[in-house]
């Protein structure tokens, strides 16, 4: 039911750009993504509602194909403010968390 | 003013304890939600309150209760506490299951 991210973890340097992927093995109403820094809790980033709908949030994207029951996302110049863990949060008749991915960007 | 505010920040107790976790909201939101967070960083959901309804129950032991005085708050009650209940716990609340979800900072839950 837990969605599977990959990967697992992530070392990119600054500017670098990284996908982050997140299937499911049930369908899809929506997507959400969040980040979250160590020791804080999960921050929202954005969702996404619609199946092959894109959004962006700075230099970060997303895209829904609910066909594959998948999502993406795109980071893209990284900075190290976005070092964290992501997760994806997927809602069918209920709301679940992905296995996250740790993202870690070094100078 | 915090959006969401769950109390204490850190536990430690004994094993066999009772405790509580308190949560509050000042969003409005409609649906609450009690995530626990082991030490590998998974994210599992426990519970869920919509209008004091429970509308998610997972597979959690009975020792967990939720207890929902009014749509601002949801505590989270733990019975006899084994070493495995060590975790983060965070408290959510968001207008609905698919809109934004605003978390609190965390309980640091640690069994002894």
């Known amino acids: 039911q837990q969605p599977v991210q990959s990967p697992q973890a992530v070392i990119l340097r600054e500017g670098e750009d990284a996908v982050i992927n997140c299937s499911s093995s049930?369908?899809?109403?929506?997507v959400h993504w969040y980040r979250q820094k160590h020791g804080e809790a999960p921050v929202f980033l954005m969702i996404?509602?619609?199946?092959?709908e894109q959004k962006g949030h700075e230099k970060i994207s997303a895209s829904f194909n609910e066909k594959k029951q998948q999502s993406s996302l795109y980071l893209t110049a990284s900075q190290l403010s976005y070092s964290g863990t992501y997760f994806c949060g997927i809602t069918g008749n209920q709301f679940y968390f992905g296995t996250g991915t740790s993202l870690t960007v070094i100078p | 003013d915090t959006a969401v505010s769950q109390t204490p920040k850190y536990l430690v107790t004994q094993m066999g304890n009772d405790k509580s976790i308190k949560c509050e909201q000042n969003?409005?939101?409609?649906?609450m939600y009690w995530y626990k967070q082991d030490s590998k960083k998974f994210l599992k959901i426990m519970f869920s309150?919509?209008?004091?309804?429970?509308?998610i129950n997972e597979t959690v032991p009975n020792r967990f209760s939720p207890k929902s005085p009014d749509k601002a708050h949801l505590n989270l009650h733990i019975n006899s506490l084994e070493l495995g209940d060590s975790a983060v716990y965070f408290c959510a609340s968001s207008q609905a299951q698919v809109y934004e979800a605003f978390f609190g900072q965390g309980t640091r839950l640690t069994v002894v």
């Open positions: 969003l409005g939101h409609d649906t």
């Open positions: 996404l509602l619609k199946g092959g």
């Open positions: 049930k369908a899809l109403y929506s």
């Open positions: 309150y919509n209008n004091k309804e429970l509308i």
